[in-house]
């Protein structure tokens, strides 16, 4: 393995505690170094899937570059150690990291990535890495320490597949860390390793911000026809069944492919072509989730099920900042009947000193009556959470597919006392009245 040059520019620090020196002043510790620099990171997101090439890497990526395009300050950090590909995907292979004794500096991709990888302290790349797992532990921990990342909005971890010593090493490194992000393709093959990666986080307390189907199906360019090369909506089931948000699917597409071979995927998701839309749309959804904090939310109300009062938290209040709930309405009031309301009211949860308060956003008409429009629609509205009088269990699965809660059996009254008395604790939940 070469190499050596470059590796020199990462600090061989021993791990040492806090300590006073010479001249009184307080050193920080390795950790505390570390905890810093993390402070100046507003959210970590940790890539992971089951299965090797399912296209985990370029997920990661592409989130990235979607989210340089919106503005937000963000950085790769690729743990990949054996198999680091994110300099390929986004332009900068061939590059070298640049620093001194005391930090790294990132190369900065096209996109405005920052980018940390094996690969830009690697000479060529056809070397391998050999490295047992407490070694892993040490570079990823230098990585996270000794890089200067600066402010970021966004640092996005991507991990190698499985369970094994990276997304663990991360997972105790990173305080804090916003969820993880689980790529899957349709298959079973796939589907049951992500399993395993649910099971891992939740082991963790890693929250999950939901799981995205990647290769989901091939919509021929010169007939439309859709081919589900790897089957279709096995992600969606999985994530139903191991109740975890369903973030949508990106379908195989070609120019995918070319762009991230060729390291340019600002253009491709700029492009348009059905895998850049359901892209763009995909990464919509994490930030989403992302900024408003819901999935941390979703992860409690989980883990309370166990032994709390269902949705409710400790204090008997609901945890409701970020929370945007959409109430149907016909006249005024909460309709019994969802499907066929004449609008939708939507709340944003604020806390203010005297508590959770619902704020009126805005009222939407509702669009015609469709099956399974629905979801999507709120969805792409940024509602979370729906109260509703009465709804079909059918509908009820295809919200939580879309990652969006249900209360049903609210009494027919002022949408907004609803929303109130859901966010205080009080929401006194009746019968389904549309229970088929
Ligand atoms: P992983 O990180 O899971 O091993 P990669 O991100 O390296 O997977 O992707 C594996 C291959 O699949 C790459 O060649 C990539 O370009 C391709 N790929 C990923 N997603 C798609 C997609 N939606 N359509 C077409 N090709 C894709």
């Given at each position: 393995?070469?190499?050596?040059?470059?590796?020199?520019?990462?600090?061989?620090?021993?791990?040492?505690?806090?300590?006073?020196?010479?001249?009184?002043?307080?050193?920080?510790?390795?950790?505390?170094?570390?905890?810093?620099?993390?402070?100046?990171?507003?959210?970590?997101?940790?890539?992971?899937?089951?299965?090797?090439?399912?296209?985990?890497?370029?997920?990661?990526?592409?989130?990235?570059?979607?989210?340089?395009?919106?503005?937000?300050?963000?950085?790769?950090?690729?743990?990949?150690?054996?198999?680091?590909?994110?300099?390929?995907l986004l332009g900068i292979a061939g590059e070298r990291v640049t620093g001194t004794n005391e930090s790294i500096v990132p190369v900065v991709s096209?996109?405005?990535?920052?980018?940390?990888?094996?690969?830009?302290?690697?000479?060529?790349?056809?070397?391998?890495?050999?490295?047992?797992?407490?070694?892993?532990?040490?570079?990823?921990?230098?990585?996270?320490?000794?890089?200067?990342?600066?402010?970021?909005?966004?640092?996005?971890?991507?991990?190698?597949?499985?369970?094994?010593?990276?997304?663990?090493?991360?997972?105790?490194?990173?305080?804090?860390?916003?969820?993880?992000?689980?790529?899957?393709?349709?298959?079973?093959?796939?589907?049951?390793?992500?399993?395993?990666?649910?099971?891992?986080?939740?082991?963790?307390?890693?929250?999950?911000?939901?799981?995205?189907?990647?290769?989901?199906?091939?919509?021929?360019?010169?007939?439309?026809?859709?081919?589900?090369?790897?089957?279709?909506?096995?992600?969606?089931?999985?994530?139903?069944?191991?109740?975890?948000?369903?973030?949508?699917?990106?379908?195989?597409?070609?120019?995918?492919?070319?762009?991230?071979?060729?390291?340019?995927?600002?253009?491709?998701?700029?492009?348009?072509?059905?895998?850049?839309?359901?892209?763009?749309?995909?990464?919509?959804?994490?930030?989403?989730?992302?900024?408003?904090?819901?999935?941390?939310?979703?992860?409690?109300?989980?883990?309370?099920?166990?032994?709390?009062?269902?949705?409710?938290?400790?204090?008997?209040?609901?945890?409701?900042?970020?929370?945007?709930?959409?109430?149907?309405?016909?006249?005024?009031?909460?309709?019994?009947?969802?499907?066929?309301?004449?609008?939708?009211?939507?709340?944003?949860?604020?806390?203010?000193?005297?508590?959770?308060?619902?704020?009126?956003?805005?009222?939407?008409?509702?669009?015609?009556?469709?099956?399974?429009?629905?979801?999507?629609?709120?969805?792409?509205?940024?509602?979370?959470?729906?109260?509703?009088?009465?709804?079909?269990?059918?509908?009820?699965?295809?919200?939580?597919?879309?990652?969006?809660?249900?209360?049903?059996?609210?009494?027919?009254?002022?949408?907004?006392?609803?929303?109130?008395?859901?966010?205080?604790?009080?929401?006194?939940?009746?019968?389904?009245?549309?229970?088929?």
């Amino acid at each position: 393995m070469g190499g050596s040059d470059d590796r020199k520019k990462m600090r061989a620090t021993p791990e040492a505690e806090a300590t006073a020196n010479a001249t009184g002043k307080h050193q920080p510790s390795e950790d505390e170094q570390l905890n810093r620099k993390l402070s100046r990171i507003k959210h970590k997101i940790l890539v992971l899937s089951g299965k090797g090439g399912v296209g985990k890497s370029s997920v990661a990526a592409g989130l990235a570059v979607d989210l340089a395009k919106r503005g937000r300050k963000v950085a790769v950090l690729d743990i990949d150690i054996h198999g680091p590909s994110i300099p390929q995907l986004l332009g900068i292979a061939g590059e070298r990291v640049t620093g001194t004794n005391e930090s790294i500096v990132p190369v900065v991709s096209p996109a405005g990535v920052g980018v940390m990888s094996m690969g830009l302290l690697l000479q060529g790349s056809d070397e391998a890495v050999i490295w047992r797992g407490p070694l892993k532990y040490g570079v990823i921990k230098q990585f996270l320490r000794d890089v200067e990342w600066g402010d970021l909005d966004y640092l996005i971890v991507d991990s190698p597949p499985g369970t094994g010593d990276e997304p663990l090493s991360v997972a105790q490194l990173i305080k804090g860390v916003d969820g993880a992000l689980l790529v899957t393709t349709p298959q079973t093959v796939s589907t049951n390793d992500v399993r395993r990666s649910i099971g891992f986080s939740r082991q963790l307390d890693l929250p999950i911000l939901g799981v995205i189907e990647n290769m989901s199906g091939f919509v021929c360019p010169s007939c439309g026809t859709k081919v589900d090369v790897f089957g279709s909506g096995g992600g969606a089931s999985m994530a139903e069944e191991m109740d975890v948000p369903f973030l949508g699917s990106i379908p195989i597409d070609p120019e995918f492919v070319k762009a991230c071979d060729a390291g340019s995927i600002g253009p491709f998701l700029a492009g348009g072509s059905p895998g850049a839309t359901a892209f763009t749309k995909v990464a919509a959804k994490v930030i989403d989730r992302v900024e408003s904090g819901s999935h941390k939310k979703t992860e409690l109300t989980t883990a309370d099920q166990a032994g709390a009062t269902p949705n409710a938290g400790t204090d008997g209040k609901q945890a409701g900042e970020g929370r945007r709930i959409a109430v149907p309405v016909t006249g005024g009031k909460l309709s019994a009947h969802f499907g066929h309301c004449e609008e939708f009211a939507i709340f944003s949860a604020k806390e203010t000193p005297g508590g959770t308060t619902a704020e009126a956003v805005e009222v939407l008409e509702a669009p015609p009556h469709e099956p399974g429009l629905l979801p999507a629609w709120l969805n792409e509205r940024g509602v979370n959470m729906v109260i509703a009088g009465g709804m079909g269990s059918r509908a009820q699965q295809l919200f939580s597919q879309a990652g969006i809660e249900v209360m049903v059996g609210a009494a027919s009254t002022d949408p907004k006392e609803i929303v109130q008395s859901y966010l205080d604790g009080t929401l006194v939940a009746g019968q389904n009245v549309c229970d088929h």
